[in-house]
């Protein structure tokens, strides 16, 4: 089948959708809202003049035609697969790597699980560690071969909108911020995680609503407008982010 005129952001839609079956679970994957997804969806079909997908009992399953597409595309790009990195990892990999897909280290997770990464950014050297353990990758993610090629480094920084309350903290899920609380629980310093979110943007969004949190230093130019300031333990805070090929 020649490849119908849909630009590479559509195919990816298809791709996704297809190998998780889930508009949803795709939407978070593509890192867009659901309705977004399914407007994307729509107007590739008025589009294209047919039908993409249809709904079942076990989820999202794509038609024939759209089968087709995803064929051709496979044959044209047998071994094309993506640059991804979490949000925090991406801040150094756009740096270094074009046509960086920069998303939650959890959607990373996901398209690493889909098979489609090459090199992978990684938020915390945890993530390293735990990929590494063969048990793991190979009952999470089936058998593969991680070689570091790049490593920065970074460090945490406290912000808030006023002054910084370890009683209303922000958490950001899959970042290296374990490694202030343990710092905290060694210093014997009390503070207490109120929200935990995906993304690191939203957590600036909650400073605004009185919170505070540490973040990595790499962020600190979102941070014009708060409150910013260098803990006594800023040295200790230093941590590795990594890309690692996926072989």
């Known amino acids: 089948m020649k490849m119908i005129n849909l630009t590479k952001r559509q195919i990816e839609i298809l791709l996704t959708l297809y ?9 978070k994957v593509l890192n ?32 024939e035609k759209a089968l087709a597409i995803i064929d051709n595309y496979l044959e044209e790009n047998l071994n094309k697969k993506f640059v991804v990195s979490g949000y925090i990892s991406g801040e150094f990999g756009k740096k270094i790597f074009d046509n960086l897909i920069i ?24 993530w390293l560690y735990r990929l590494e353990d063969e048990r793991f ?19 945490f920084i406290m912000v ?17 911020q374990r490694i202030v609380y343990n710092i905290l ?21 909650y400073l605004n609503k009185g919170y505070s949190m540490f973040i990595n230093e790499s962020f600190l130019k979102y941070l014009e407008e708060f409150n910013v ?4 333990f800023y040295e200790k ?6 890309f690692v090929r996926v072989k």
């Not at 190998?19 to 939407?27: D, V």
């Open 103 to 126: 998303t939650s280290f959890g959607s990373a997770l996901t398209l690493l699980r889909l098979g489609l990464v090459n090199i992978l950014g990684i938020d915390d050297p945890y």
């Open 185 to 205: 629980k060694e210093e014997k310093i009390k503070f207490k995680v109120l929200v935990r979110v995906e993304s690191p943007f939203k957590a600036i969004e």
């Open 160 to 176: 808030s909108k006023d002054n910084f309350d370890y009683r209303k903290l922000i958490g950001i899920r899959y970042s290296a």
């Open 32 to 63: 867009i809202s659901p309705s977004a997804l399914n407007v994307q969806l729509k107007r590739m079909e008025r589009k294209l003049g047919f039908k993409l997908y249809y709904s079942t009992s076990s989820g999202t399953v794509l038609t």
């Open 229 to 232: 300031g260098y803990p006594a």
């Open 19 to 27: 190998r998780t079956r889930s508009q949803k679970e795709a939407a």
């Open 237 to 242: 805070t230093t941590h590795a982010i990594n």
């Open 137 to 155: 990758i190979k009952y999470e993610y089936g058998s593969y071969k991680l070689d570091i090629v790049k490593t920065f480094y970074d460090k």
